[in-house]
């Protein structure tokens, strides 16, 4: 599986952005989707996460509230709408999958096989 992540940009603080990560080399189904995110000299953390037919969700507690993770199918595409975004949201954003991921593993980045490029998101005013 080879990911595609875009969206990314600078917004002001209190904005919004939507993140798309697009699958290529086979469907997404019965794979686990997430989202992470890296700020200079940080670890890298967990964002949100999906498990792709199984409607099941989870997010940061940080995002949550502000964040949500979708899915298309047909597009083989994931997305992350971002609203009122924050400084502290300020990293490189990353998508990843894992074939059967259990629900213990979505929230560390260790259990994903497949990685996206990485997408710059700013906020700032």
């Known amino acids: 599986v080879q990911l595609q992540a875009s969206g990314g940009g600078l917004v002001q603080p209190g904005g919004s952005l939507r993140l798309s990560c697009a699958a290529s080399g086979r469907t997404f189904s019965g794979y686990g989707l997430g989202w992470f995110r890296q700020a200079p000299g940080k670890e890298r953390e967990f964002v949100a996460a999906l498990r792709v037919g199984r409607g099941d969700t989870y997010y940061a507690g940080s995002v949550k509230g502000r964040f949500t993770i979708s899915g298309d199918n047909a597009k083989n595409t994931v997305y992350l709408q971002m609203d009122s975004l924050k400084p502290e949201d300020t990293a490189v954003y990353y998508c990843?999958?894992?074939?059967?991921?259990?629900?213990?593993?979505?929230?560390?980045?260790?259990?994903?096989?497949?990685w996206g490029q990485g997408t710059q998101v700013t906020v700032s005013s």
């Open positions: 990843a999958a894992k074939a059967g991921i259990i629900t213990s593993s979505v929230y560390y980045p260790q259990y994903y096989d497949h």
